[in-house]
């Protein structure tokens, strides 16, 4: 089975960037679809970005487009999310999950996906 962890979090001002990383173990990325969710404080987890196992698709939720962008890199079995113009809303603990189905479209559902790394907390200070 593969194995997640995300790295990359931290403490940023308004307008700063970060960039996650979530790398892989066990088995090559490549092979998995990946989907980064957050997790505010006493708000339940949501779906951001994903990118399907060939690279071929990805889907943003509204509210980071244009500031957030996935990429994967095989060869180092990492996947990214570059974060960019952080706003306050963004403090979460972020999550990268994988989903073995290669499916051709962006799963957004956290049932749809098997793995999970164990979280990277990300807060946004005005």
């Known amino acids: 089975q593969i194995h997640l962890v995300e790295s990359g979090g931290g403490t940023v001002r308004v307008g700063g960037s970060l960039r996650l990383s979530c790398a892989a173990s066990?088995?090559?990325?490549?092979?998995?679809?990946i989907g980064w969710f957050r997790q505010a404080p006493g708000k339940e987890r949501e779906f951001v970005v994903g990118?399907?196992?060939?690279?071929?698709?990805?889907y943003y939720v509204d509210s980071v487009k244009g500031r957030f962008a996935i990429s994967r890199d095989n060869a180092a079995n990492t996947v990214y999310l570059q974060m960019n113009s952080l706003k306050p809303e963004d403090t979460a603990v972020y999550y990268c999950?994988?989903?073995?189905?290669?499916?051709?479209?962006?799963?957004?559902?956290?049932?749809?996906?098997?793995?999970w790394g164990q979280g990277t907390q990300v807060t946004v200070s005005s």
């Open positions: 999950a994988a989903e073995v189905q290669e499916s051709w479209r962006v799963l957004t559902s956290d049932l749809d996906y098997d793995y």
């Open positions: 066990g088995r090559t990325v490549s092979r998995y679809g």
């Open positions: 990118i399907t196992w060939n690279s071929g698709r990805t």
